[in-house]
């Protein structure tokens, strides 16, 4: 399993994003993609996640209401938009499958991309 983010960049604060994750190899039916952020000097934080069976999210409360995650129909490319960013959001994004579920913990997930830089200015 393969995953390639894309979509980072500079964006004023209060601007919009929307970041990409091509998930190649294989999917899980049971299984999950999740969106993660680490910013310098802190721990990797759970944004949000989508199943693949039924497409079904949730969202840690940091962004609940500002952040989205989609699914193609293929199902093989996963969206993140952002939304009213703010300086704070200024970290590298990373996207994950979790073979088993759509799971909160970083733990579960075990195939990882390389990450794409969203840096928001104030």
């Known amino acids: 399993v393969q995953l390639v983010e894309s979509g980072g960049r500079l964006v004023q604060a209060g601007g919009s994003l929307r970041l990409s994750c091509a998930v190649s190899?294989?999917?899980?039916?049971?299984?999950?993609v999740g969106w993660f952020r680490q910013a310098p000097g802190k721990e990797r934080e759970f944004l949000g996640a989508i199943t693949w069976s039924h497409r079904l999210t949730h969202f840690a409360d940091s962004v609940k209401g500002r952040f989205t995650i989609s699914m193609d129909n293929a199902q093989n490319t996963v969206y993140l938009q952002m939304n009213g960013l703010k300086p704070e959001d200024t970290a590298i994004y990373y996207c994950?499958?979790?073979?088993?579920?759509?799971?909160?913990?970083?733990?579960?997930?075990?195939?990882w991309g390389q990450g794409t830089q969203v840096t928001v200015t104030s």
């Open positions: 190899g294989r999917t899980f039916s049971a299984g999950g």
């Open positions: 994950a499958v979790d073979s088993g579920g759509a799971a909160q913990a970083s733990q579960a997930y075990s195939y």
